[in-house]
């Protein structure tokens, strides 16, 4: 899987690898602009040719000289001074290129200031500012160099203006301006994915510090993607995302990034992908699916229990048993309200059907070779719910510790807990595995839903919540984050190409959770973080492998599919 830097694990391997006397600056500077021009002709090769009026593109851009032009916008750190070396270098391929900065070149830092004086020493710099780029000839390309991970508070208004004057679209007959961004559309925050929404000063055109960035169509980020890229509106602003190696080191990085969880300061993107390859599937996620690899009794692959709502409402409970079932536990039972059987029995049948009077029968129908619940879909917001999770999660290890029940929470089974989220803290434990949505995870973590926890990021929000419970959460959306108590998190992006829009559909939270009971339900399953982590990768592929049209009973359905196609 790849590992995401954050910004000040990027600069802490730049400190490292110069001070170790193995780059300089300038040279890692230097790779990065030319990593971004590399990037920009392999994303639109036609920009290597010079304009002519003979292409359609350059009679609509009635060109009065065959050059390409690019806007090259620079800001007052490190990432200008990319700009200044992306300037130079499409100068020498023949561009025209005008460039513009924000702020005093004399207060640049040293590698931007030489890559500036370098330029400015036979090329003009204008003030960034909306009136200079607004005056300045239309080019083919913006360059955004403005902020990367420096960014410590909303851009000002006068650069935002800055920055969308150079992509309103003067003239909406001409081709559109490519506009790549170095490192990340200026303004997001490559640390939490978000645009800070400044409580500064009001702008007479844009109201309160503006909470816009303008959109880039390619974005280049160096060594390593950062969670900003992949969280919150990150992929939304980023466009086409590239990274590009500029030979630091950090191979070290992926220690140990198969089959354990993440160390407890990093954060992986789940993805088949290790040291920057590609993993055949039949290693990762195929590996930690126990039935693909050994053969054995249907007990050996696990016995899931799934709770079920009253009448009229074991939809949930039904969705989840299943996909719990089809992902390879041995067996599933539904428990149900007796009222319920009836209608349970009309829709299952490899599925078991148990009715269960309230929690003090749960031992009549869940013994100890159960090995996994999924516990909440369905099942209302009531105290019955409550006393249900509590006599899931107070039975411990049996005679072997396999048999210690993995617990899947998901959403009523947390939001009876809202009014009281500690009376839950005291019994969730290590093989307990939450699954709220962001409604959810507000009700039970309140002080660290995003309209209170202020700069923290989705991902530190995540490990707290982990900590606070004792197990591990995985916080559902297109950005997925999983964490464990300790610091350990991950990433699932369904964003880029493995984009899964038809997956926001009712039921589809219910397959997961059973997805994640069926899969630990082994007792030779991985460690559990590894199987969540699985989990979330299976239910976005079994998304994009049905496609449009999606509804929640697809997703089991279409598992088998998934499940060979990754060599199973
Ligand atoms: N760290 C690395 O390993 C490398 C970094 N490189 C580039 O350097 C960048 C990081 O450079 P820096 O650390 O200098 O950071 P930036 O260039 O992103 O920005 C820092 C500067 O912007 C100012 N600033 C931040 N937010 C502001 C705001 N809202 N309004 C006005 N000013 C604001 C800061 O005071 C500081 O002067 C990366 O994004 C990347 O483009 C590359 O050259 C290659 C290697
Ligand atoms: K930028």
């Known amino acids: 899987m790849t590992e995401l830097l954050t910004a000040a694990q990027m600069r802490a391997l730049e400190r490292a690898e110069i001070e170790s006397g193995a780059v300089t600056g300038l040279a890692l500077m230097e790779r990065a602009g030319q990593g971004v021009v590399d990037a920009i002709f392999a994303q639109w090769p036609e920009l290597a040719a010079p304009l002519s009026a003979d292409t359609e593109e350059g009679a609509a851009a009635d060109v009065a000289q065959s050059r390409r032009r690019a806007m090259v916008l620079c800001g007052p750190g490190n990432n200008g001074g990319d700009g200044f070396v992306i300037a130079r270098m499409l100068k020498a391929r023949g561009w025209a290129v005008d460039t513009f900065l924000y702020g ?35 080019p083919d390309l913006i360059v955004d160099a403005v902020f990367g991970i420096g960014l410590t508070r909303p851009v000002p ?130 590996a930690l699916i126990a039935k693909a690899r050994h053969a054995g009794h249907k007990y050996d692959h696990g016995h899931v229990v799934v709770f079920a709502g009253g009448v009229g409402r074991g939809g949930a409970g039904r969705m989840a048993a299943r996909a719990a079932l089809r992902v390879g536990a041995g067996l599933v039972t ?88 500690k009376s839950l803290f005291e019994w969730t434990h290590a093989r307990c595995v939450l699954t709220p949505h962001d409604g959810e995870f507000a009700r039970l973590f309140p002080d660290l839903a995003p309209s209170r926890r202020g700069a923290m990021s989705k991902i530190d929000a995540v490990r707290a919540a982990a900590d606070r419970a004792g197990c591990v959460i995985l916080l559902k959306g297109a950005d997925t984050v999983i964490a464990r108590p300790g610091g350990g998190a991950s990433l699932h992006a369904a964003a880029y190409d493995r984009a899964a829009p038809w997956l926001a ?43 449009p049209g999606l509804i929640a009973e697809d997703l089991t359905e279409e598992l088998p599919k998934v499940l060979r196609g990754i060599g199973l």
């Open 334 to 421: 539904l428990v149900c309200p007796p009222a319920a059987l009836q209608e349970n029995a009309c829709r299952l049948d490899a599925v078991m059907l148990r009715a269960v009077r309230g929690p003090e029968h749960l031992g009549d129908v869940a013994d100890d070779r159960v090995t996994g619940f999924v516990i909440g879909p369905g099942m209302g917001v009531s105290e019955r719910t409550r006393g249900f999770v509590r006599s899931v999660l107070a039975r411990r290890a049996g005679d072997r510790d396999w048999r210690d029940p993995v617990v899947v929470l998901d959403a009523d089974g947390l939001s009876s807990f809202a009014a009281d989220p």
């Open 505 to 547: 559909t009712a039921g589809a939270g219910d397959v997961l959770a059973g997805l994640i009971a069926g899969l630990s339900a082994s007792g030779l399953a991985g460690d559990l973080f590894n199987v969540v982590e699985a989990a979330a990768w299976l239910h976005v592929e079994a998304a994009r492998s049905f496609g």
């Open 157 to 286: 208004p006068e650069v935002d203006k800055a920055l969308a004057a150079g992509g309103d679209g003067r003239a909406a007959n001409l081709p559109a301006i490519r506009r790549v961004a170095v490192d990340c559309p200026s303004g997001l925050n490559l640390d939490t994915g978000m645009v800070q929404r400044g409580g500064g000063p009001v702008d007479p055109d844009f109201g309160r510090w503006p909470a816009t960035v303008s959109m880039a169509d390619l974005t280049v980020t160096f060594h390593s993607p950062k969670p900003g890229h992949y969280l919150g509106q990150g992929p939304a602003l980023c466009g086409v995302l590239k990274v590009v190696d500029i030979g630091l080191g950090g191979d070290a990085l992926e220690r140990g990034m198969i089959g354990v969880p993440p160390d407890a300061d990093r954060v992986r993107l789940v993805e088949p992908v290790h040291m920057g390859r590609p993993l055949p599937g039949r290693i990762w996620p195929g």
């Open 104 to 138: 005093d070149p004399a207060r640049l830092p040293p590698d931007a200031r030489a890559n500036h004086d370098r330029w400015a020493a036979e090329n003009p710099v204008s003030l960034l500012v909306a009136a200079n780029v607004q005056r300045a000839p239309r």
